[in-house]
């Protein structure tokens, strides 16, 4: 097996150098060789199930991909709305892109979703052709992306900024340099093909090289690397992945390509589980994927955000705050209910006096511990506590709290009952309103 800095040689990236680094590396890689495998061969099926599904199916498929990626960046935007737009303006999508940025430039809101969308038609195209776009090319795409905007196609003039972090971008007279030291990377790389795309994610909106959209560009950029390798498309949630993916790309300015990396290959595999479903092209095409889940999700869905609310009063009344980090959607919701971890994502920070994260409170699946305490048959996702790392060389900043170790381990959301929540600690479990667990899970964690 290649060596670790033979892989990154030509990157800004690089993986720590001790043993559980590098292990954990391994890990990932061999997860992504097996997320490729999967999908191929799933893949291969939806193919058989027949080519008049094709077209609805792809627009299904790239209707997500635009969604999601402009509800990170903060526009609101359903998979329904962004299908409607694509169906409307049918025709001129497959017009030139000059006749279609013309006839839209007038209706932003159009075109925060059209020009996205015709975005990734194009790269969906590259990919089938294994084009790995140039220097140039890039531009094009932004071109569609931020069309109608001064900047669009355009380097940016002014230095500009990440919001939230302390990460210096690329100033405006290195970008050409360091946009061309990423195409001749990109060009000419042999890496596994998951790693390619978040090399490419990671190194874009590093360097920032536009005024606006680098998010949109960078999850576009890596979702044709995968493409073009038999991977699924990289359903980065906002709902659900926001939080962790920010953290992510931080740790990755800083040269830690590892956690992008790890959060990537788990969103593939997700999607994988998911398109591996029966039926799943029909079901995705007509918008009732996991339709038989819905109505439980719809009861539970309401008190996360409940929950969220009365932590944050508990732990401000301490001098305390918690960051909110995702909730789980349909889809994740199902998959944790079938006890698999591809649903697990982070719920959120708690940070000190001082702002400093000390505590992840995160979804996963109902321990084997509590179903055999609670004897239900329910599965509702679990809430569980992690403390932070303080080992420099931690591949991960938090650590599972151990069996019995202190505080709440484990926290269960269940609608319809008249005490909301459980609580568990090691083998005694307590029943409580929602505005009780709070307390006393603040209690806890902020002494």
């Not at 940025?101 to 209706?107: S, T």
């Not at 302390?166 to 000419?188: C, F, G, N, Y």
Request: hydrophobic share 40%; aromatic share 10%.
């Amino acid at each position: 097996m290649r060596e670790v800095d033979e892989i990154f040689a030509g990157t800004p990236y690089l993986i720590a150098e001790d043993e559980a680094a590098i292990s954990r590396f391994r890990i990932v890689e061999e997860k992504a060789t097996r997320s490729r495998e999967k999908s191929i061969a799933v893949q291969e099926r939806i193919a058989l199930e027949g080519q008049e599904m094709f077209e609805p199916y792809a627009r299904a498929i790239r209707t997500r991909l635009v969604a999601e990626s402009n509800r990170i960046e903060g526009y609101d935007w359903t998979y329904r709305q962004v299908n409607e737009v694509a169906l409307t303006y049918r025709e001129l999508l497959q017009a030139p892109v000059g006749s279609l940025m013309q006839a839209v430039r007038q209706d932003p809101r159009v075109y925060e979703a059209l020009g996205l969308y015709k975005a990734h038609e194009i790269a969906d195209e590259w990919a089938r052709g294994s084009v790995r776009p140039r220097e140039y090319e890039m531009r094009s795409l932004h071109e569609l992306i931020a069309s109608g905007e001064v900047y669009a196609g355009r380097y940016k003039e002014v230095e500009n900024e990440i919001g939230g972090t302390k990460h210096r971008t690329s100033a405006p007279w290195e970008v050409p340099i360091h946009m061309s030291e990423l195409s001749d990377w990109w060009q000419q790389c042999d890496v596994n093909p998951a790693l390619e795309a978040t090399v490419v994610h990671a190194w874009l909106t590093h360097i920032h090289p536009f005024e606006d959209g680098n998010g949109r560009m960078a999850r576009l950029l890596a979702n044709m690397s995968l493409a073009r390798n038999g991977f699924p498309p990289l359903l980065v949630r906002s709902s659900v992945d926001r939080g962790q993916y920010y953290d992510a790309l931080a740790r990755s300015d800083d040269g830690d390509m590892l956690p992008l990396y790890d959060l990537f290959v788990l969103v593939l595999n997700r999607t994988v589980r998911l398109m591996s479903r029966p039926d799943y092209v029909r079901e995705i095409v007509a918008d009732r994927l996991l339709s038989t889940v819905r109505d439980r999700f719809d009861l539970w869905k309401i008190l996360p955000d409940q929950f969220f609310m009365a932590l944050s009063d508990a732990f401000k009344a301490r001098g305390w705050s918690i960051l909110l980090q995702g909730t789980p959607d349909l889809s994740s919701y199902a998959l944790l209910e079938d006890l698999d971890l591809e649903g697990n994502s982070w719920f959120g920070k708690v940070l000190d006096e001082d702002r400093v994260p000390q505590w992840l409170l995160w979804y996963g699946f109902k321990s084997e511990v509590l179903r055999d305490l609670d004897g239900s048959v329910k599965r509702y996702p679990s809430i569980f506590v992690s403390v932070r790392n303080d080992n420099p060389e931690a591949i991960h900043p938090y650590r599972p709290l151990r069996f019995d170790e202190g505080p709440v381990e484990e926290i269960v959301l269940r609608p319809m009952e008249a005490k909301t929540v459980l609580l568990r600690r090691g083998y005694d479990v307590e029943e409580k309103s929602i505005l009780e667990a709070a307390t006393i899970l603040a209690g806890e964690l902020a002494p």
